[in-house]
T-cell receptor, first 116, second 114 residues
Framework: DSGVTQTPKHLITATGQRVTLRCSPR?????VYWYQQSLDQGLQFLIQ???????AKGNILERFSAQQFPDLHSELNLSSLELGDSALYFC???????????????FGQGTRLTVV | GENVEQHPSTLSVQEGDSAVIKCTYS??????FPWYKQELGKGPQLIID?????GEKKDQRIAVTLNKTAKHFSLHITETQPEDSAVYFC?????????????FGKGTMLLVSP
């Protein structure tokens, strides 16, 4: 158990809908990262928050947004869903804002989103 | 931005054989190279990492080598066991030198047959 909790584990929704994925980081971790994993693209970085502030942005669509709350949990909002958004969405957390030999990123078990 | 290429995409070996997975990266400023193992239904888990000031690092049956000049690094697993079967991801980041999110390769599915 990595200590990173993601809910829900599975989500099935229709095209055009909006969903919210939730992540609780490990106790004491200030940084949260969101990744999208699809079969052909591997792990794609979406966005990072550190202590409530957006720190880095990757290949995140405009239909997607995220935030980190004062209690450090984070939510990823996906709207106007399309079939191609079906994927595993992972959250990771780390103590510091940078991932290096001194700071490990711990991943949750993911949320599997299926858009039908 | 950083681009990480990983090969092969699938690798099948017999139990006891060695397995090698190779990655190349594009950003010469990258200085931290972790490897993650993802078992079915789970999130990626760090198994070994290497910094750019080191050429090789070993931890029991796994080792990682880094060639900064050629911008490639490899994961070596010796005496493979069925429980080594998983998807392995390499990654690269600039570590403490600034923008430091991990860029991942597309993964290698390792199958170890008994």
């Amino acid at each position: 158990d990595s200590g990173v909790t993601q809910t829900p584990k599975h989500l099935i929704t229709a095209t055009g809908q909006r969903v919210t994925l939730r992540c609780s980081p490990r106790s004491g971790d200030l940084s949260v990262y969101w990744y999208q994993q699809s079969l052909d693209q591997g792990l794609q970085f979406l966005i990072q928050y550190y202590n409530g502030e957006e720190r880095a942005k990757g290949n995140i669509l405009e239909r997607f947004s995220a935030q980190q709350f004062p209690d450090l949990h984070s939510e990823l909002n996906l709207s106007s869903l399309e079939l191609g958004d079906s994927a595993l969405y992972f959250c990771a957390s780390s103590v510091r804002a940078v991932v290096s030999g001194n700071t490990e990123a711990f991943f949750g078990q993911g949320t599997r989103l299926t858009v039908v | 931005g950083e681009n990480v290429e990983q090969h092969p995409s699938t690798l099948s070996v017999q139990e006891g054989d060695s397995a090698v997975i190779k990655c190349t990266y594009s950003d010469s400023a990258s200085n931290y190279f972790p490897w993650y193992k993802q078992e079915l239904g789970k999130g990626p888990q760090l198994i070994i990492d290497i910094r750019s000031n080191v050429g090789e690092k070993k931890d029991q049956r796994i080792a990682v080598t880094l060639n900064k000049t050629a911008k490639h690094f490899s994961l070596h697993i010796t005496e493979t066991q069925p429980e080594d079967s998983a998807v392995y991801f390499c990654a690269a980041s600039r570590g403490d030198s600034g923008y430091s999110t991990l860029t991942f390769g597309k993964g290698t599915m390792l199958l170890v047959s008994p």
